[in-house]
């Protein structure tokens, strides 16, 4: 397997595609005609050469990539929104006094900063403060940090699968296995077909599932040596923490995502066992979907000839037929 570089994520219907700054996405719309936007994302580190840091770079991806994908799920959604005609008396004071774009961009902001306090109060502040009850019972501070660890997975664990009952984000996990399927048919030296993608496997070592599950792994072993009594003090260190060990926990996926060394395959098994929850087998028509993004983004038939020596015979007698 040789890396892409290309990355991607699941929307509402349809899939999102990512080469470099250019982006790509795809929605099967509901009268199944395929939906297809390009547009670029250089994302907060461009030019800023301090954010691009070992360990600091991923806090800032992070975030980058919280914002594309809000703005690839709005993007998404807008197909499936039932159209509301509101006259200009009805219209809210932001409308009335914001135009579309910085309305956007305001909404857009209120809706990472609220993902991303809601997850840190769920998976790293609530564990701390559930763990703390079971002082009457202990006083080890090595066993309340692991127990702390323990809710924190189970949480984490619970909240993936039971999302995944809903009917929507079912399909979601399923364009999501689309999505890993074609980066690993392109990796693996396949022609990007939709036969050779349903073949390809649906999981993938640089997924976001293995970096979450990651950031919870990470959290169980610093937590263990950070010893604070005092309970309000312990929930704000692992708030400050959490950039940190998010940083660390993207650093190995950029690793693990181009290399084949045996330590970081089974460091990377327990990432690939949750995405069985998080990715399902598509169906060729969201095959067909991933596969349009990854084309308005990706010359792969170039990275095929490249990486693999292998060549397209349409092409050469395209160009031999060329004056």
Known sequence: MKSSGIGGQAVLEGIMMKNGAKYAVAVRKPDQEIALDIQEYPGMTKGRRWMEVPFLRGIFRFVDSLVLGMKCLTFSASFYEEEEETS????????RHL???QLDKLMMTIAVV????????????????????FRRWTASPFLIALLEGVIRMAIFIAYVALIALMKDIKRTYMYHGA???????????LPLTVENVRKSSKEHKRC?????????????LVFMFIRIDHIGLRMLSRVLLVPFIAGAAYEFIRLAGSSENCIVNILSRPGLWLQGLT???????????????????FDWKEYEEREFGLTFPEDSLAAEAKP
Do not use: Q, R, W, Y
């Open 279 to 297: 990715t399902k087998e598509p169906e060729d028509d969201m095959i067909e979907v991933a596969i349009k993004a990854v084309e308005a983004v």
């Open 99 to 101: 135009s579309a774009e």
């Open 88 to 95: 200009e008396g009805k219209k809210s004071f932001l409308e």
């Open 208 to 220: 976001g599932t293995s970096f979450l599950l990651l950031v919870m792994l990470i959290s169980i």
């Open 179 to 189: 999505e890993h399927k074609c980066i690993n048919c392109i990796e693996h030296g």
């Open 114 to 133: 609220a993902a991303i306090a809601l997850s840190i109060g769920i998976f790293m502040v609530l564990p701390v403060a559930v763990a703390n009850l």
